[in-house]
């Protein structure tokens, strides 16, 4: 691990950031790539698996981007909130033009029940965009994150990038079998249900690089964006991961794949950051 982070600190961030994102899109493209394996899942580990995603997004969210976005804002008493404040404000606005215009459909939701503007797509790409929804803030966040200590923000360490990124990556492999497998149960071959999981993920990197760059070219803005990437994450949580958990029987088990979650990623943001 030691190597690894000294590698990232020996190149350029936006390259890093770009490197950290292709790795958690690998790891969603290695969870769809179990639909050449399986023919469906069971219910109950799935909505666990959900519910671990949701735990990694949010303690993501505090102990990787809030946190140390308060820590680094300047004044004292609710001056220093107030970054993190507006941030998360607007990051969670984000999410919401973005649930409210882009057409998708939440996992375990019926097809009458498809969100966003009304669109003739099928099925199958509704699933694909509203994972794709969950994995921009998550490109976002991880490409602040390198930005940040690219700038020289004290809070920002190549370590938290790097335990960030493996969490995203974590989750982000129960993300890709989430879709394919619902994909190939349509009928759809094998092959293209593959396709279909991985790209779903093909959208961290593309927000990463612009996060990265962002930060480095308005140094400023790095506690607001961290926040900002914060409140797109728990809008996520609360408005897509959390209720797609909730739609059978398994709901305790969600809960405790929330928990497993939560405690995973504080453990690697503490541990590496």
Known sequence: MEQIITYFESINPILAAFYATL??????????????????????????MLGFTGGVMVAASFWSLLAPGIEMSPGEG?????????????????????????PHLHINFKESEKEGVKTPWHKTTLLVLAITL????????????????????????????VALAIGIGIQNFPEGFAVSMPIRRQGASKWKSFMYGQSSALVEPIAAVIGAWAVMTFQPIL??????????????????????????????IATLGFIGGFIVMMTLDVGLG
């Open 223 to 252: 506690p607001y964006a961290l926040a900002f990437a914060a409140g797109a994450m728990i809008f996520v949580v609360v408005e897509e991961v959390i209720p797609e958990t909730q739609r059978d029987k398994y709901t305790d």
């Open 134 to 161: 969950h994995n921009i803030p998550e490109g976002l966040a991880v490409g602040i994150l390198f930005g940040g200590v690219a700038a020289g923000f004290d809070g920002a360490t190549i370590g938290g990038a």
């Open 23 to 48: 790795f958690t899109w690998a790891l969603t493209a290695l969870g769809a790539s179990l639909v050449f394996l399986f023919k469906g899942f069971n219910r109950a580990v799935f909505d666990g």
């Open 78 to 102: 609710f001056v220093k909130v107030i970054p993190a404040v507006v941030g998360f404000g607007l990051g969670a606005l984000f999410l919401f033009g973005l649930d409210k215009v882009l």
